[in-house]
């Protein structure tokens, strides 16, 4: 087994940086990838787990149908940076988190070296270490990084020359507004030098289901916003109290979006990093957003960001989707 990492994590003083800046913002908000330390990437796969939360395992089920006809489809020469047949070029996943769906495309493409992004050190070496197992043959590259911020894949010789196929499941896209979201694909274009990217998005539906999915009954989704507080005390000698803040997923209609949000009980201030911040009762403090895109809406977004959709694959209720994108001439 070949297993190789490369540490861009954010440095504590970029974390100061970046949480001075999301708590000055309108309502206050910090970037969604805070919430994955190791902590926080266990509480989010306990949530994929639970009744009320059928995204992951709908798109864990279009992959394990459709693997082999979205490598048929890779391998015809779809896009300018498709390899012509399985076990060549490179696989890369943007977020990898428990690694449970990339593994139909391994199987199916059988690339000559996997490279998984992620925010958190632990969840690669897991998810890595579990993948080599399975994949002898295919060479592991982890990434520690925050791949919103990253402006080209590190060199390394193992992703030199090679052609890149992008994976970016889980909704994940929905954290992002959609400005961000535009930019966000203008960036994974230019990272997979003009390679095509396998990306997952869910749909609209009932806002009841909605909220329940993101506020489950077992209190996962409630536990995974209030570890913030704890990874902000620990990290930067904080002093927020979880009992002074309640939890909430609602759904904004005109926005088309989830919003997740811990929601201060009282007049407080807190201390994080030596600086003083105050809330007044009733103020959100926003963990996520979670946009849901219609199929136009992505076609659209897709299009502002230099990309169209060349194949669509869903669920039998159109709730969850797989788009093949590929450059736009």
Known sequence: MSIAFIDLHPAPTDLKRVVQEGLQREPRQLPAWLLYDAEGSQLFAAICDQPEYSLTRTEISLLESHAADIASTLESGVGSGIGSSVGSGV???????????VAPLLRALQPKTFVALDISRSALEHSLTGLAAQHPATQMLGICCDHSQLQDLPTHPWLTGERRIGFFPGSSLGNFTPKDAVL????????LAGGPLLLGLDQPSDPALLEAAYDDAAGMSRAFAFNLL???????QGNALPKNFRYQARWQADQQRIEMALVSRCAQTIQLADTAWSFQPNERWVTEHSVKYSPDAA?????????????????DQSQMSLHLLVPSN
């Open 299 to 315: 076609a659209d977004l897709a299009a502002q960001a230099g990309w169209q959709i060349q194949q669509r694959w869903h669920d």
């Open 230 to 236: 704890k990874r902000l005390n620990r990290d930067l």
């Open 184 to 191: 966000l694909l203008q960036q994974f274009r230019h990272l």
């Open 91 to 101: 696989v890369v996943e943007f977020g990898i988190g428990n690694a449970k769906k």
